[in-house]
């Protein structure tokens, strides 16, 4: 096993990970759906470096996530009241949301995209770190661009040598590799579905009957 990779229990673990990410670091972390590559949206170097080690276009843009529902309005322009984003049937939880973007986000971080994604992951450590950090974390699926998602660590074996601390937590719950269910929902009174993932159908149906929100389709 490489030195750079410790068990979810290890003692001071968030610790740890704060020093590493406050030092342009990335790491490897498990959540509530697939592995991800985390870095700090505020340093722009390992921001960089997520997409170097993915081999992933700069085009391409990262999802963030938070550890409380307040930062969806820190970060973006939320269309649904934080009571509707807070009573567990979306955050936390395996969704991605896609609202507005807010101008304190570094003008590097998903350059000229006007909506910025983000997650609170159901994972007690992601949600412990992000709540200790106090600022966003860039996130993004722990694999090769365009390759599978990752449901253990050794999936992704391939990259531990280029990140400064891989968390294994084991075979992830879920094990499914379609990772969140990412909605835009930019629009106020719509929705639109950009990836069904995990627990789709039911995030539809939470939408339409308890937010009253028209799902949008798009034509190409």
Sequence with gaps: ???????????????????ILKNDGVIAVPT????????????????????????????????????????????????LTKEQLSTGDLLPGPVTLMFERQSLLPSYFNPNINNIAIRIPNCQFMIELAQRLHEPIALTSANIS????????????????????????????????????????????YFHIQRHG???????QYLKEHCQLKEKTITL
């Design 32 to 79: 509530d759906t697939i592995y991800g590559l985390a870095a700090l949206v505020n340093s722009k170097k390992a921001v960089q470096k997520i997409y170097e080690i993915k081999g992933r276009l700069f085009t391409k843009p990262l999802a963030i996530s938070v550890g409380y529902v307040e930062d969806l309005f820190t970060c973006s322009k939320p269309t």
């Design 198 to 204: 995990i627990d789709c159908e039911r995030i539809i």
């Design 146 to 189: 365009n390759e599978p998602s990752s449901v253990c660590i050794d999936e992704f074996k391939q990259l531990w040598s280029q990140i400064d601390l891989v968390i294994d937590r084991g075979l992830l719950a879920s094990n499914d590799r379609r990772g969140s269910t990412i909605i835009d929902l930019s629009e106020k009174g």
């Design 1 to 19: 096993m490489s030195t750079n990779v410790v068990s979810i229990n290890d003692n001071n673990l968030i610790d740890r990970c704060i020093s």
